[in-house]
């Protein structure tokens, strides 16, 4: 377990006393509990210090699915996420706000954690003023990274769809690389509808929560339109994977498509010579022994054959096939 606390510009570990004593004190106080396997026993009463379910740090290391936002007369709790935009899928946050102090509980987002910090540092003279305005803002700078992870999942999908769209021979990586970027958002994908429904539904009629002045609820607002904006962001990277999953599917039936072609073609080409085989190979009585020169079978058996394939390429050539290409693909005809 790691546990930290940010004052807006300074990060140091904390302690239960520390915590005490942070909610004491005036200004931005954000305790950060970074949780990995085994350690939620040992945070047990920390977690009661700042007010923390338990089995809420219990469901973060699980990382159970949630969709929890809730607004009450005395907190603001529930979920957000966070992505380190290394190709992994965002991780769960669990949160919890009063007009003392903003907790996190998580199991990953180092790299994302540090950079909201950065960022909060940034605005830390404006924050300090209004404390209240924290909640709206981390939880704002945290779903940017989660848009700034599907933007480059998205730019990942359309590159892949391009290089599916340019390949004729379907490539079995193509299709391991579309699944990959699937596994990246689906997780986050399939609950996020039910997240932007209990925000919405939270900030519909907030009522007073105690230390959420106008500018602090503004900032929820905000919030509000990050969220159905990283619902859209989901619904296009959605539209785009689909897309390139049916490209494959277009391309896979062209390239099955063209081996047909070729089989056919390769029939229309021998099937005289199936034909000549099987007349010549008749008993008849006016045709046995009567073919006895080397002459004749040159003639019939070899030169007979070879007019006879080199006669139906020339009329598939000119009935539209190219003949460098004909056992690939037919072109049309202009």
């Known amino acids: 377990m790691d546990v930290t606390i940010f004052d807006g510009s300074t990060t140091k570990p904390c302690t239960v006393a520390q915590a005490q004593a942070a909610a004491n004190q005036p200004g931005i106080s954000w305790i950060d509990i970074r949780l990995q396997g085994g350690d939620s026993a040992a945070a047990e009463s920390l977690l009661h210090e700042v007010g923390i379910d338990p089995a809420a740090a219990q469901q973060v290391v699980a990382q159970t699915p949630s969709t929890d936002f809730h607004m009450t007369p005395t907190d603001v709790h529930g979920v957000c996420w966070i992505d380190d935009n290394d190709g992994t899928p965002a991780v769960q946050v669990f949160f919890a706000w009063n007009q003392l102090r903003l907790v996190t509980v998580r199991s990953g987002g180092d790299t994302a954690i540090t950079q909201v910090r950065q960022r909060v540092t940034e ?36 590159t892949l769809d391009m ?67 990283t619902s859209s962001l989901i619904d296009n990277l959605a539209g785009s994977v689909r897309n390139a999953a049916q490209d494959i599917q277009a391309q896979v039936g062209t390239w099955q498509s063209n081996r047909i072609n070729v089989l056919t073609i390769v029939t229309m080409i021998f099937l005289p010579i199936s034909f000549l085989t099987g007349y010549f190979g008749m008993n008849f009585t006016w045709l046995d022994n009567q073919l006895t020169s080397f002459w004749s079978w040159l003639l019939l058996g070899l030169g007979l054959p070879i007019l006879l394939v080199v006669s139906c390429v020339t009329l598939l050539a000119t009935s539209g096939y190219t003949v460098p290409r004909l056992l690939r693909r037919k072109h049309p005809t202009t």
């Open 123 to 158: 605005r830390v003279a404006i924050l300090s003023k209004d404390p209240s305005t924290l909640l709206g803002v981390v939880l704002q700078l945290m779903l940017a990274s989660v848009q700034q992870g599907l933007t480059q999942t998205m730019v990942g999908v359309g």
């Open 163 to 229: 290089e599916i769209i340019a390949t004729e021979t379907p490539k079995p990586q193509q299709t391991q690389q579309l699944n990959a970027f699937r596994t990246v958002f689906q997780p986050l994908a399939l609950r996020f509808p039910m997240y932007v429904v209990n925000v919405q539904a939270s900030l519909i009629y907030p009522g007073t929560v105690a230390g959420l002045d106008p500018d602090g609820m503004a900032q929820m607002q905000q919030f509000l339109g990050s969220v159905q904006g």
